[in-house]
């Protein structure tokens, strides 16, 4: 059996990854649209990429309105600053949300009409040339062929695909997430423990994904406590938490954040994000938050099809031994993931504040929407619309 793999066409990562990729940026283009939130301006992370274009003689202009998951109406009020200010290319400062607005915008730059006039179909040609610079560890959007994207009128978060929706220059560098606080922090890891775990036990996966699924999962297991944990105490970058270097943590975390992100590229995600999209969609739920909500509910629902897989995993960090069945392994790593979204404080839809009426009203909206996304689908366990329904109903105490 052959496999195809892909990833972008360059990736910078480690401490001074901006400066090492400043060049390569530089020759993108003559002016970039910088695509971010005011909290990135705010932090001085935007100031940075700025300060590098500068003393490569290169234009620039800001877009800071990504002020929340990304919307068709964030894109076009990016698309109008981009036109207003002759942009020919692109570079996006932030979590998934910026990252994935201006994958977007790159899009309409070229199409024309609107984001949503791409939903359900395959997004090819040619794109403006986008670099990512991702502040956080989990979304993995630097390194995939996706964004996500909210219709506002029709109320579905947009699953959009194409290979040239990957950005052609990834800066993973580790000091864009010194700052991140406990709650995005814990988010975003949990999302890239998602993102890595089910492109494991995907039925698309293959050998170069299962290395770096496995590999992402062990050092979020490993590192993702200790940042957790420093982000809550306020600890400074130098400081150790259980003997480790929250320096090297965060670094560690970006890295496993790109791997798990290069890995559901290839192999794609599975139930969990198939029923994400529609609870971040109807009540306004952070992705990661809705992902690790969903998170042991869905895998204790379907480990059985891919017991195998799923013990590999509680054996790869140290929940199980070699002494356990696989089912005993496998049910032991679901454990090891409740536990830690617990650790990570994560909240039920209720803590969160969603009417629990209001949750079971939408049901069967957000089943159909989470069908129709294809990610359940991949799963190996065969999933319809009543095994999706029994999981959202779990989730309600």
Known sequence: MSYQFIMPKQIFY???????????????????????????????????????????????????????????????????????????FLIAVGGGSPIDTMKAIGVVAVKGGSINDWYGKEITGALPPM????????????????????NTEADIKMLLKGRNLMPDIAVVDPRFTMTAPAAITAATGLDALCHAAESYTSRKAQPMTDTLAVSAVKR????????????????????REDGISVAEA????????????????????????????????????PHGVSNAMLLPACFEYVYREAAERFAHLGRAVGAAGAEDTDLEAAEKFIRACRELCSFCHIPTPEEYGIDREEFLEKIPKMTQDALASGSPANTRKELNAEDITVMYKSLLS
């Open 14 to 88: 480690g401490e001074g990854a901006l400066e090492q990729a400043a060049s390569v940026i530089a020759g993108c283009g003559s002016k970039a649209l910088i695509v971010t939130d005011p909290v990135m301006v705010k932090l001085g992370n935007v100031e940075a990429v700025q300060e590098m274009l500068a003393k490569a003689g290169v234009a620039y202009a800001v877009f800071e309105g990504v002020t929340g998951e990304p919307t068709d109406k964030m894109v076009e009020a990016g698309m109008a600053v981009w036109e207003q200010e002759k942009c020919d």
């Open 220 to 239: 979020i297991f490993k590192y993702l406590p200790v940042c957790y944990t420093a982000a809550a105490q306020g600890k400074e970058p130098d400081s």
């Open 131 to 150: 670099t990512a610079v991702p502040t956080t560890s989990g979304t993995g959007s630097e390194a995939t062929q996706f964004t996500i994207i909210t």
């Open 250 to 285: 965060r670094m560690q975390m970006s890295l496993a954040a790109l791997e798990a992100g290069i890995a559901f590229n290839n192999a794609s995600v599975t139930v969990i994000h198939g029923m994400s999209r529609p609870i971040g969609a109807l009540f306004h739920v």
